[in-house]
């Protein structure tokens, strides 16, 4: 099973944050574009996988700890 993202339209989720996804298995595949400084107010608590491929990206997590994640290259 393929799950071909690139033929999916690109949604806004939130402010600065786009994706394509689709769910398989009921598994939700995607791909997400955030916007320099974009941020999101709520709280998920669904586990993630993922990398990045341009940039980082900082989480905020609960107690007040921090997850800093590079590009793939760094």
């Not at 799950?3 to 994706?19: I, K, N």
């Not at 955030?34 to 980082?56: F, I, K, M, N, W």
Request: one cysteine or more.
């Amino acid at each position: 099973m393929v799950a071909a993202l690139g033929t999916v339209e690109w949604t806004q989720e939130a402010p600065g944050t786009h994706s394509r996804s689709t769910v398989m298995n009921g598994i939700r595949w995607a791909v997400v574009r955030h916007a320099p400084g974009a941020e999101r107010s709520e709280r998920c608590t669904d586990g993630h996988r993922g990398y990045v491929l341009h940039g980082h990206l900082s989480h905020e997590l609960d107690g007040g700890g921090r997850l800093d994640v590079p590009d793939a290259d760094s």
